[in-house]
């Protein structure tokens, strides 16, 4: 299990470090994305969820639709979210790139992340966590963004217990050794909260029941011999949004609307998967 979650986190650490050389104004957010879903399969992962790249107030769960033409723009602000696993245990990063003058903004949450990582022991409640990122985000004069999270991670579970806050709390809970979690602080110059707007490129699969249109049970079949529970793109399966739209409504999927920023603010990320140990926190990603 150990040998697999730091493989999945080896190929996130390599192809975040490949994908951000290539984020620049002009280029078409679906080559990027692409380029991070292919090379993970090259280096022997596979995505764990479909490549987020969302860009300025906008803070997750964007990924481009198949022939999606947008492109980088001068002066965005560009949060490139990874997850990759190995036989199901999951890696997951995110980094913020800067395409204009947003530097304070990167920083925050870079930094946020790095004091969070400090304070990760076997033992520690997780409030701790929450307080060293809220503490050092509002040093900088930001806010985190509330309804945004870090949490555990499961086999072929990419959002497990427990949740990490990333403002104050009185009481979380206690990591104990061998829990695998993921920090990611949001930061942002607006209001500090997210919400769905119309766009959804993003499902799961949350229950199994009978489903009589033959398409749609097609397709249930495939989703679940290829991701299980594990969030994929509407561009992976070839389907109409009728069919997608039926499967939500019916609970057998779950849909991951775009989160944006209610005041249009931006919004800057940075997250590390990191297992819990003894004396300190093993940052795999
Ligand atoms: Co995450």
Redesign the pocket.
């Known amino acids: 299990m150990l040998e697999k979650y730091l493989e999945a986190g080896k190929i996130a650490k390599q192809v975040r470090e490949e994908a951000v050389k290539l984020i620049k104004p002009g280029v078409k957010l679906l080559d990027v994305a692409e380029f991070v879903e292919s090379r993970i399969r090259e280096l022997g992962g596979k995505p764990a969820f479909p490549c987020n790249i969302s860009v300025n107030s906008d803070a997750a769960h964007f990924t481009p639709k198949a022939n999606d033409e947008r492109v980088f723009k001068e002066g965005d602000i560009v949060k490139l ?1 990874i ?1 990759v696993h190995v036989d199901g245990y999951i890696a ?3 980094v913020t790139v800067d395409l204009g003058d947003h530097e304070n903004l990167v920083k925050a949450a870079e930094e946020a992340l790095r004091k969070a990582i400090e304070v990760v022991h076997a033992g520690v409640n997780t409030a701790e966590i929450s307080n060293a990122i809220y503490e050092t985000i509002t040093e900088f004069g930001f806010k985190p963004v509330f309804n945004l999270t ?2 555990g ?1 499961d086999h072929y579970l ?2 497990a217990p427990p949740t990490i806050y990333n403002f104050r709390v009185e009481k979380g809970v206690e990591l104990k050794e061998g829990m695998v979690i ?1 920090i ?1 602080p949001f930061v942002t110059n607006g209001v500090g909260k997210v919400t769905e707007r119309g766009e959804c490129e993003i499902y799961s699969l949350i229950a199994l029941k009978p489903v009589r249109m033959r398409q749609a049970r097609v397709l249930v079949e495939e989703i679940l011999k290829k991701y299980k529970t594990l969030p994929f793109a509407k561009r992976w399966v070839k389907v109409s949004e009728i069919i997608l739209a039926k499967l939500v409504r019916e609970g057998i999927l779950r849909a991951y609307p775009v989160l944006t920023e209610v005041s249009k603010g931006l919004v800057s990320q940075a ?1 590390h ?1 990191v297992i819990v140990e003894e004396n300190g926190a093993r940052v795999i990603t």
């Open positions: 979210d997850g997951d990063t995110a870090g949490h991670l990419a959002h993921a990611e997250e998967t």
